[in-house]
Protein backbone atom coordinates (compact mmCIF):
# COMPACT_ATOMS: atom_id res chain seq x y z
CA UNK A 1 0.00 0.00 0.00
CA UNK A 2 1.28 3.49 -0.99
CA UNK A 3 -0.02 7.06 -0.15
CA UNK A 4 0.09 7.29 -4.40
CA UNK A 5 -1.62 4.17 -5.35
CA UNK A 6 -4.43 5.41 -2.52
CA UNK A 7 -4.87 8.33 -3.99
CA UNK A 8 -4.81 7.02 -7.51
CA UNK A 9 -7.75 4.62 -6.09
CA UNK A 10 -5.39 1.78 -7.28
CA UNK A 11 -6.52 -1.76 -6.19
CA UNK A 12 -4.37 -2.67 -3.24
CA UNK A 13 -3.56 -6.59 -2.30
CA UNK A 14 -5.14 -6.81 1.66
CA UNK A 15 -4.94 -10.73 1.48
CA UNK A 16 -1.58 -10.29 3.49
CA UNK A 17 -3.32 -7.89 6.46
CA UNK A 18 -3.42 -10.74 8.72
CA UNK A 19 -1.95 -11.10 11.96
CA UNK A 20 -0.95 -15.00 11.31
CA UNK A 21 0.04 -14.13 7.75
CA UNK A 22 2.43 -11.25 8.90
CA UNK A 23 3.96 -13.18 11.41
CA UNK A 24 4.42 -16.23 8.55
CA UNK A 25 6.03 -14.12 6.10
CA UNK A 26 8.49 -12.60 9.01
CA UNK A 27 9.44 -15.95 9.94
CA UNK A 28 9.63 -17.09 6.23
CA UNK A 29 12.05 -14.41 5.07
CA UNK A 30 14.28 -13.84 8.23
CA UNK A 31 13.84 -16.84 10.52
CA UNK A 32 16.54 -15.91 12.48
CA UNK A 33 16.24 -12.50 12.87
CA UNK A 34 16.01 -11.02 16.65
CA UNK A 35 12.55 -9.80 17.30
CA UNK A 36 11.11 -9.62 20.79
CA UNK A 37 12.61 -9.59 24.35
CA UNK A 38 10.80 -8.90 27.55
CA UNK A 39 12.93 -6.67 30.27
CA UNK A 40 16.30 -8.39 30.49
CA UNK A 41 15.60 -11.79 29.10
CA UNK A 42 16.78 -12.95 26.00
CA UNK A 43 16.00 -12.37 22.30
CA UNK A 44 13.22 -14.36 20.55
CA UNK A 45 13.38 -14.72 17.11
CA UNK A 46 10.58 -14.32 14.20
CA UNK A 47 10.98 -18.04 13.30
CA UNK A 48 11.00 -19.03 17.46
CA UNK A 49 8.17 -16.90 17.83
CA UNK A 50 5.99 -18.28 14.70
CA UNK A 51 6.72 -21.54 16.38
CA UNK A 52 5.38 -21.14 19.90
CA UNK A 53 2.31 -19.22 18.12
CA UNK A 54 1.26 -22.24 15.93
CA UNK A 55 1.65 -24.46 19.31
CA UNK A 56 -0.28 -21.78 21.61
CA UNK A 57 -2.67 -21.75 17.90
CA UNK A 58 -2.98 -25.85 18.18
CA UNK A 59 -3.30 -26.12 22.19
CA UNK A 60 -6.06 -23.36 21.78
CA UNK A 61 -7.77 -25.91 19.18
CA UNK A 62 -7.38 -29.39 20.92
CA UNK A 63 -9.51 -27.11 24.13
CA UNK A 64 -12.24 -26.43 21.43
CA UNK A 65 -11.57 -22.96 20.68
CA UNK A 66 -13.07 -22.40 17.32
CA UNK A 67 -12.50 -19.33 14.50
CA UNK A 68 -14.73 -16.90 15.56
CA UNK A 69 -14.98 -17.48 19.07
CA UNK A 70 -14.01 -14.93 21.63
CA UNK A 71 -11.48 -15.05 24.18
CA UNK A 72 -10.82 -12.59 26.92
CA UNK A 73 -7.22 -11.88 27.51
CA UNK A 74 -6.53 -10.22 30.97
CA UNK A 75 -2.80 -10.24 31.67
CA UNK A 76 0.06 -7.74 32.39
CA UNK A 77 2.56 -7.37 29.48
CA UNK A 78 4.18 -10.59 29.75
CA UNK A 79 5.18 -13.23 27.13
CA UNK A 80 2.57 -15.18 27.91
CA UNK A 81 0.34 -12.13 26.47
CA UNK A 82 1.77 -12.04 23.24
CA UNK A 83 1.95 -16.12 22.98
CA UNK A 84 -2.25 -16.05 23.09
CA UNK A 85 -2.33 -12.94 20.76
CA UNK A 86 -0.52 -14.75 18.24
CA UNK A 87 -1.89 -18.35 19.11
CA UNK A 88 -5.27 -17.35 18.82
CA UNK A 89 -4.87 -15.13 15.72
CA UNK A 90 -3.63 -18.11 14.18
CA UNK A 91 -7.17 -20.14 14.76
CA UNK A 92 -9.18 -16.99 13.69
CA UNK A 93 -10.01 -16.45 17.36
CA UNK A 94 -10.95 -13.07 18.64
CA UNK A 95 -8.68 -11.69 21.34
CA UNK A 96 -10.75 -9.41 23.76
CA UNK A 97 -8.50 -7.33 25.48
CA UNK A 98 -9.63 -6.90 29.44
CA UNK A 99 -7.68 -3.49 30.95
CA UNK A 100 -6.13 -4.99 33.95
CA UNK A 101 -7.65 -2.61 36.34
CA UNK A 102 -11.49 -3.80 35.22
CA UNK A 103 -13.41 -5.24 38.67
CA UNK A 104 -16.71 -5.64 39.85
CA UNK A 105 -19.52 -4.44 37.62
CA UNK A 106 -17.01 -3.33 35.18
CA UNK A 107 -15.63 -6.58 34.50
CA UNK A 108 -18.71 -8.53 34.34
CA UNK A 109 -20.34 -5.51 31.43
CA UNK A 110 -17.30 -6.43 29.53
CA UNK A 111 -17.21 -10.11 29.38
CA UNK A 112 -21.32 -10.06 29.39
CA UNK A 113 -21.05 -7.73 26.69
CA UNK A 114 -18.79 -9.96 24.02
CA UNK A 115 -19.56 -13.00 25.61
CA UNK A 116 -16.96 -14.66 26.43
CA UNK A 117 -17.02 -18.44 27.09
CA UNK A 118 -13.15 -18.50 28.08
CA UNK A 119 -10.90 -15.91 30.09
CA UNK A 120 -6.76 -16.36 29.98
CA UNK A 121 -6.21 -14.26 33.38
CA UNK A 122 -3.16 -13.78 35.23
CA UNK A 123 -3.40 -15.39 39.54
CA UNK A 124 -3.49 -12.23 40.67
CA UNK A 125 -6.88 -11.36 38.87
CA UNK A 126 -8.63 -14.17 39.82
CA UNK A 127 -10.02 -13.17 42.64
CA UNK A 128 -11.79 -10.50 41.00
CA UNK A 129 -13.45 -12.89 39.00
CA UNK A 130 -14.67 -15.73 41.49
CA UNK A 131 -16.52 -11.90 42.98
CA UNK A 132 -18.17 -12.04 39.95
CA UNK A 133 -18.96 -15.66 38.72
CA UNK A 134 -22.78 -15.30 39.88
CA UNK A 135 -22.87 -12.74 37.26
CA UNK A 136 -20.86 -14.35 34.59
CA UNK A 137 -23.38 -17.37 32.87
CA UNK A 138 -20.76 -17.88 29.54
CA UNK A 139 -17.54 -17.99 31.72
CA UNK A 140 -16.89 -21.62 31.71
CA UNK A 141 -13.04 -22.14 31.79
CA UNK A 142 -10.59 -19.81 33.32
CA UNK A 143 -6.81 -20.28 31.60
CA UNK A 144 -4.51 -19.34 33.85
CA UNK A 145 -0.07 -19.06 33.84
CA UNK A 146 1.85 -19.72 36.19
CA UNK A 147 -1.26 -21.49 38.11
CA UNK A 148 1.27 -24.01 39.92
CA UNK A 149 3.22 -20.68 41.40
CA UNK A 150 -0.03 -19.90 43.11
CA UNK A 151 -1.28 -23.19 44.36
CA UNK A 152 -2.63 -23.00 47.52
CA UNK A 153 -3.67 -18.83 46.90
CA UNK A 154 -6.09 -19.88 44.24
CA UNK A 155 -10.02 -18.56 44.83
CA UNK A 156 -12.36 -21.73 44.47
CA UNK A 157 -14.75 -21.47 42.16
CA UNK A 158 -18.39 -22.80 41.87
CA UNK A 159 -18.88 -23.25 38.50
CA UNK A 160 -16.06 -22.07 36.46
CA UNK A 161 -13.02 -24.36 35.47
CA UNK A 162 -9.49 -23.66 36.29
CA UNK A 163 -6.72 -24.75 33.62
CA UNK A 164 -2.78 -24.02 33.29
CA UNK A 165 -1.64 -22.08 30.46
CA UNK A 166 1.84 -23.84 30.32
CA UNK A 167 0.85 -27.20 28.67
CA UNK A 168 -0.62 -24.61 25.23
CA UNK A 169 2.85 -24.09 24.75
CA UNK A 170 3.73 -27.99 24.40
CA UNK A 171 1.42 -28.28 22.22
CA UNK A 172 2.10 -29.99 18.55
CA UNK A 173 3.70 -27.66 16.16
CA UNK A 174 1.54 -29.03 13.52
CA UNK A 175 0.97 -26.14 10.22
CA UNK A 176 -2.65 -24.69 11.30
CA UNK A 177 -4.57 -24.96 8.41
CA UNK A 178 -7.69 -22.53 8.99
CA UNK A 179 -8.12 -19.71 6.18
CA UNK A 180 -8.24 -16.27 8.27
CA UNK A 181 -8.64 -13.31 5.51
CA UNK A 182 -8.42 -9.55 6.34
CA UNK A 183 -12.53 -9.36 6.82
CA UNK A 184 -12.34 -11.31 9.53
CA UNK A 185 -12.63 -9.58 13.25
CA UNK A 186 -9.44 -10.11 14.89
CA UNK A 187 -9.80 -8.23 18.26
CA UNK A 188 -12.45 -6.31 19.91
CA UNK A 189 -10.78 -3.26 22.18
CA UNK A 190 -12.59 -1.72 24.68
CA UNK A 191 -13.27 2.04 24.81
CA UNK A 192 -12.21 4.01 27.89
CA UNK A 193 -15.66 4.48 29.15
CA UNK A 194 -15.50 8.53 29.81
CA UNK A 195 -18.95 9.24 28.69
CA UNK A 196 -20.86 5.37 30.28
CA UNK A 197 -19.52 1.68 30.25
CA UNK A 198 -16.97 0.88 27.88
CA UNK A 199 -18.37 -0.33 24.44
CA UNK A 200 -16.50 -2.96 22.78
CA UNK A 201 -14.84 -2.17 18.98
CA UNK A 202 -14.49 -5.01 16.45
CA UNK A 203 -11.63 -4.51 14.70
CA UNK A 204 -11.22 -6.32 11.40
CA UNK A 205 -7.34 -7.74 10.76
CA UNK A 206 -7.25 -4.64 7.67
CA UNK A 207 -8.18 -2.16 10.74
CA UNK A 208 -5.44 -4.28 12.67
CA UNK A 209 -2.61 -3.85 10.25
CA UNK A 210 -3.71 -0.18 8.87
CA UNK A 211 -3.45 1.01 12.97
CA UNK A 212 0.61 -0.59 12.82
CA UNK A 213 1.43 -0.17 8.93
CA UNK A 214 0.54 3.74 9.19
CA UNK A 215 1.59 4.46 12.55
CA UNK A 216 5.31 2.89 11.24
CA UNK A 217 5.28 4.92 8.24
CA UNK A 218 4.43 8.54 10.01
CA UNK A 219 7.22 7.37 12.16
CA UNK A 220 9.69 6.47 9.75
CA UNK A 221 10.07 3.40 11.15
CA UNK A 222 13.20 0.62 9.67
CA UNK A 223 13.91 -2.54 10.65
CA UNK A 224 17.01 -1.42 12.12
CA UNK A 225 14.61 0.89 15.06
CA UNK A 226 14.71 -0.37 18.39
CA UNK A 227 10.74 0.09 19.89
CA UNK A 228 10.41 0.28 24.20
CA UNK A 229 6.94 -1.04 24.97
CA UNK A 230 5.69 0.09 28.17
CA UNK A 231 2.50 0.76 27.88
CA UNK A 232 -0.46 -1.89 28.05
CA UNK A 233 -1.02 -4.00 25.62
CA UNK A 234 -4.89 -4.66 26.21
CA UNK A 235 -4.81 -0.93 24.52
CA UNK A 236 -4.19 0.04 21.25
CA UNK A 237 -1.16 1.97 21.86
CA UNK A 238 1.04 -0.82 23.48
CA UNK A 239 -0.48 -3.84 20.95
CA UNK A 240 -1.13 -1.77 17.64
CA UNK A 241 0.73 1.20 17.33
CA UNK A 242 3.65 -0.61 18.91
CA UNK A 243 4.00 -4.56 19.10
CA UNK A 244 2.16 -4.59 15.71
CA UNK A 245 3.89 -2.01 14.03
CA UNK A 246 7.24 -4.23 14.93
CA UNK A 247 6.24 -7.33 13.60
CA UNK A 248 4.97 -5.36 10.60
CA UNK A 249 8.40 -3.21 10.16
CA UNK A 250 10.51 -5.95 10.90
CA UNK A 251 12.31 -4.65 13.77
CA UNK A 252 12.89 -4.82 17.47
CA UNK A 253 10.70 -4.83 20.34
CA UNK A 254 11.82 -4.71 24.15
CA UNK A 255 8.79 -5.50 26.23
CA UNK A 256 8.37 -4.42 29.80
CA UNK A 257 5.58 -5.11 32.55
CA UNK A 258 4.54 -1.37 32.78
CA UNK A 259 5.65 2.34 32.80
CA UNK A 260 7.95 3.64 35.35
CA UNK A 261 8.59 7.40 34.86
CA UNK A 262 11.83 6.98 37.40
CA UNK A 263 13.41 4.45 34.78
CA UNK A 264 11.87 5.17 32.12
CA UNK A 265 14.79 7.37 30.69
CA UNK A 266 17.98 4.56 31.92
CA UNK A 267 15.77 1.69 30.18
CA UNK A 268 15.33 3.86 27.01
CA UNK A 269 19.47 4.12 27.28
CA UNK A 270 20.29 0.88 28.35
CA UNK A 271 18.14 -1.04 25.85
CA UNK A 272 19.12 1.27 23.35
CA UNK A 273 15.40 1.95 21.78
CA UNK A 274 15.04 4.21 19.06
CA UNK A 275 11.50 4.40 19.32
CA UNK A 276 9.28 4.93 22.29
CA UNK A 277 5.02 5.87 22.57
CA UNK A 278 3.65 7.87 25.80
CA UNK A 279 0.28 9.14 26.36
CA UNK A 280 0.35 12.71 26.89
CA UNK A 281 0.24 12.86 31.18
CA UNK A 282 3.39 9.93 30.98
CA UNK A 283 5.74 13.20 29.61
CA UNK A 284 4.80 15.22 32.59
CA UNK A 285 5.81 12.42 35.03
CA UNK A 286 9.22 12.22 33.09
CA UNK A 287 9.46 15.74 33.51
CA UNK A 288 9.42 15.74 36.70
CA UNK A 289 12.07 13.31 37.79
CA UNK A 290 15.17 14.28 38.79
CA UNK A 291 18.14 14.87 36.52
CA UNK A 292 20.47 12.03 36.22
Request: hydrophobic content about 45%; glycine content about 8%.
Amino acid sequence: MTASSAAAGQSIDKSGWVVGKVLAERARRSPQRPFLQFQDGRPYTFGEIHGIATRMGNGFLALGVQQGERVAVMMPNSLDYVWSWLGLSLIGAVTVGINTAYKGSFLSHVLNNVGCGIVIMHPDYLPWLADIEDELPQVKLAIVPAMDAYQGKLPRFKRIRMLPLEPLLNAAETPIEIEVTYRDIGMILFTSGTTGPSKGVLMSHAHLYLFGLLTSRHTRMTPDDRMYICMPLFHGMGLLLQLYNCLITGCYAILVPIFSASSWVQDIRRYKATVTFALGAITEFILRQPPL
